[in-house]
């Protein structure tokens, strides 16, 4: 069942559980209450008339706002599965003691019946949906939704077609038995698996502020929030019509058929075939989200409601009323009703709570009230057949309303992601990652509106040189000078210099990149061309410089598609390659290597976002909040911010989908591996342009028993540019020749600096970059690592032994502090302060350190700012320990 849910309905196995329970709770409910809707439909017209529905209406409107009212206050301390359940039960009783009523002649009991099936319309819409809501976001809600609707029309679909042989066999006053009995089952399965099921879910209502909103605030929240006065608007507009339009349906299908069996037999059979129609439908409905958009989606029922009441303004008859009738369901089912759901998920989480009972209930009510009323007003001096002129006029200002949504949807999206983070593109500017762990500057500029974000160049003193001293310069192992000379070619545009230029955007020292990215900025379109062809082929940290430049010269003009589309294989093809490795033996060497390829990925999907940041001003708000717990609502934002042609490539890969589904995307776009072997993907990974997958690929190999098939590969990075490729290549090539070898430095330290608190969150790539410059020391009991009073250039990170920590060390004060064992770090206090120690370590037994000096840790701290966060995260700890 699980693998049929995921192939075909695209439900994946982490959600089947979830949507089977939901789905069956929704056909069992809709199945029964499909017969009870047949039965109280057609006994009340027969027995009262059409006549009094505008008033039975107004009084289901009064008693709905009610209950309503009730059941907020019940939801302070009851979660939805909890109140369904309740009402579930009371509605079992009260229609089993209706049922004596009726079989006693009692005629009270049909307009009951009346008002309770259409409020039990308006509590299965409140809170079966709350609890949809709750067990799946907005981008899960449009690919399950549709679903969930589709187990709801299923239901009513048998349950309209079996209501005329239930009735022939059981008799149709007993069908109220039947309909007691189902929902009492039902109720008590609700109430005791719903703890279970819903609890593997975070509800809103747990998560979110409870706010009661008075009536007079409700104008102000539909100014600030789009998404709230549509909302409202889509709740009122079809429920002011639809009274209206099923007032018209009741006169002329009653004047139509005589007798209440021709009647329920009709009913029946067009309700059948209606949501028989709308099942089949409804496993096209995601294909339609995703050709046209939910925007243009939540257009069709409006439109679909002016166009029948038009025609029912010039032709009332029986075949415009079961047209109207049949698209009014199947659009209302099939896809307004999926589309509303789904926005829902995107109201701003302290509203969410006030949201299902107001909008879903209320403002329900309210459209129907008013409809209601309407109608009573205008029965006197209108005929049923031109209150279709006044719909239309509704109907035409819900079009306009949803064509405002449609303008606005984009804002909608980011206000809700603005309610959870900082909007740094309306902030100043700021330091974060970059995809090769860089800071990058990232400031208030797009491409319609760029702002300077450093001081201009005729405001600075900038260094006077001749073009051939400088481009010498740009080479000189003096970062200083480096930087001078680029900073030169801020006023002297020389084309000359613009390729090392380039090269000087890789440079560790902030200063020296700062300088070529303004000086490549003051070429501008002159050299994009050349920009465009080095991004494709540049390191990590280079790419974002260029991008930055792109970027903040504001060229317009940039064509980034042969950079996004290579980024993007390369992404789906790391994915193949983490597959692989999945089912291969979990040896230390793997998990290395796979957590790398995630890492890069990540790097990846950062370089993305930043170059459509180029053109799009909220695209770095989007990657942000892809973090966070508004991420489905950034990837359905992502979506409308991109170009359609894109978005089958990007979306898969930030998608909460499965591995398998990622890949298979990935291959229906993208020439990558189709019979995935252990070979192949190695193979592939040691061919890869990034050094440190090449390195990780080899230490994989050399773990392999058998890996002899791998020699040729390894031969050719014998000869690698990096040493550490080279000395990996030569430790596989041992370990595949049978040889004893130690494992290489390199890993060890990688593996070594994993279990230091002060690294945490660091990726492979940067325990590599630390990996390379530390040096290895070791300490004989009784050395002093440390001496108070001196000073100290180095930090270091205790490998293996005991280091105990003196006050007035070697003098009659000497105090013994603490001792302290490996995964622990000294020297980091003068690398901020530049104060002398304060206290004296010594090695209390035989210890191995990793030494790095202040100069190069600062450098480090530079380029990935991460280990400055844990610096900060372990002073506060050791502040906290003190303060007690």
Known sequence: MKRFLEKYLKIYVHESSRFLWLASIFFVIFFVTAIFRTYVDAAFLKRYGPQYIPWMLVINALMTFVVFAVAERLGRRFVDHVLL??????????????????????????????????????????????????????????????????????????????????????????????????????????????????????????????????????????????????????????????????????????????????????????????????????????????????????????????????????????????????????????????????????????????????VRGTVLKIGMLTGSILMIVLKPVLSAQYFSVIAFAVAVYWVIETLIFRKHYKRILKQVIVEKQIDFDQVESVRTFDSGGAAMELGPVSVEDRKEERAPAAARMLPEMEPEVALKLLDDPNPSTRAEAAAAFIANKDIRAVAKLVRCLEDTDGDVREAAMEALMGYQEKILPFLEASLVEARPRTKQGILEVIRLAGLKEFEMIPFLGKELEQAYANLVAIRRLDAMEPTESVKLLKQHLKELNEETLSLIFYALWVSVADMRLMYLALKSETASIAIELVENSISKEMSPYLIPLIEDVPLNEKIEKGKSVFPLIRKETDERVLTYLAGSQDPVARMLALFVMAEIRDGNTYVPIIETLLNDEFGYVRELADYAMKRTMNEVVDMPDVISRINTLKDFGIFDGMGIRELHAIASVVNVETFKPGDVMIREGEENSSIYLVVTGKVTIFTGFGTETQKEKVTIGSGSFLGELSLFTRLAPNATCVAAEETVAYVLRHHQFQEIMRVYPQIGINLCRFFTMKLRQTSY
């Not at 007032?247 to 005589?258: D, E, G, L, V, W």
């Not at 002016?306 to 075949?319: D, E, H, K, R």
């Open 85 to 358: 359940s309740g009402f579930l039960m009371v509605y079992a009783a009260s229609v089993i003691i209706l049922f004596f009523m009726v079989t006693a002649d009692i005629s009270i009991a049909y307009p009951i019946l009346y008002q309770l099936l259409y409020l039990l319309d308006s509590v299965l819409l409140v809170y079966l949906w709350n609890i949809a809501g709750d067990l799946f976001d907005t981008r899960q809600g449009k690919r399950i939704f549709p679903m969930v609707t589709s187990s709801q029309v299923l239901g009513t679909t048998l349950g309209s077609f079996a209501t005329k042989p239930i009735t022939l066999l059981i008799g149709e006053d007993p069908t109220l038995i039947l309909f007691g009995v189902v929902c009492l089952v039902t109720a008590l399965y609700l109430a005791k698996t719903g703890a279970q099921v819903v609890g593997h879910a975070v509800p809103k209502a747990a998560t979110a502020k409870s706010a009661s909103r008075k009536l007079t605030e409700v104008p102000g929240l539909m100014a600030k929030y789009p998404i709230i006065r549509y909302l409202i608007i889509t709740g009122i507009a079809p429920n002011l019509l639809l009274p209206i339009f099923f007032y018209q349906f009741s006169i002329i299908a009653n004047n139509t058929f005589t007798s209440e069996q021709s009647l329920i037999s009709f009913l029946s059979i067009f309700r059948g075939i209606t949501t028989l129609t709308t099942f089949v439908l409804l496993f096209f409905v995601g294909r339609m989200y995703q050709s046209i958009g939910l925007t243009n989606s939540s257009l069709v029922h409006p439109i679909n409601f002016s166009l029948i009441f038009a025609s029912l303004t010039a032709f009332f008859n029986i075949y415009v009323a079961c047209y109207g009738q049949f698209t009014v369901i199947l659009i209302q089912r099939a896809i307004a009703g999926p589309v509303n759901k789904v926005l829902f998920n995107v109201i701003p989480a302290d509203l969410a709570v006030w949201s299902r009972t107001f």
